[in-house]
């Protein structure tokens, strides 16, 4: 079974529509993340989560939030969605002891 | 924001070649991840390093960490076609909380 799972794998919307996507781990890590990638470029990360309580912002947070439901859960939303997120959205996750992290498999997301 | 230099962007090699790609930065990290990435999956973690001059290897694959620790190399032996996909650098500067700062990638062709 996967560590890391991400859901839906693949999600077409429209304009102006909420979408959630979602994380769960079973690997028991404090730490974890949302990252988004775009083509010919790398992953820039979005948000990250210490713990429960704990959520801050990355590089590019705008039009996006998140939820930390429970240790190993970690949701993202877009209140709104525009073309311009069109993208792969990938969760990952860490450990407090080392700096590795570990992702999902990733979500395909269209706006149209 | 912090910026890695990824290159080669992408490399056509005949199988058994060696490959060599690295990432530099102006700026200092105290950790350099090197990720795998296949289509339509996430990255995976191949070599961890955590100290200036650090030289680790994974199989085929070896990676070393800069000596002014703003700089990271890759190397894959005897290249095979498995090999085929995109190679991520990753650095991380805080103390492991942050997210990653990801290199644009390198993308590996292998020509039968």
């Known amino acids: 079974d996967a560590d890391v799972t991400q859901t839906p794998r693949n999600r077409i919307t429209k304009t102006g529509k909420r979408i959630m996507l979602e994380c769960s781990q079973t690997?028991?890590?404090?730490?974890m993340y949302w990252y988004r990638q775009d083509p010919g470029l790398g992953l820039r990360l979005i948000y990250y989560s210490f713990d429960v309580k704990d959520i801050n912002k990355g590089e590019i947070s705008d039009g996006y939030s998140v939820s930390r439901q429970a240790q190993a859960k970690f949701s993202l939303s877009l209140e709104s969605a525009i073309p311009n997120q069109t993208a792969l959205y990938f969760c990952?996750?860490?450990?407090?002891?080392?700096?590795?992290?570990?992702f999902g498999p990733g979500t395909r997301l269209t706006v149209l | 924001g912090q910026q890695l230099n990824q290159s080669p962007q992408s490399m056509f090699i005949q199988e058994g070649e060696d490959v060599s790609m690295n990432c530099t930065s102006s700026s200092i990290f105290n950790t350099w991840l090197w990720y795998k990435q296949d289509p339509g999956e996430g990255p995976v973690l191949l070599i961890a390093?955590?100290?200036?001059?650090e030289l680790t290897s994974n199989g085929r694959l070896t990676a070393q960490f800069g000596i002014t620790r703003k700089d990271s190399f890759l190397n894959i032996s005897a290249s095979i076609p498995s090999d085929v996909g995109i190679y991520f650098c990753a650095g991380l500067s805080g103390g492991g909380a942050d997210g990653l700062t990801f290199g644009k990638g390198t993308h590996l062709i292998i020509q039968p």
């Open positions: 390093l955590y100290k200036a001059g």
């Open positions: 990952a996750t860490g450990r407090g002891d080392n700096n590795e992290q570990f």
């Open positions: 690997k028991g890590h404090d730490r």
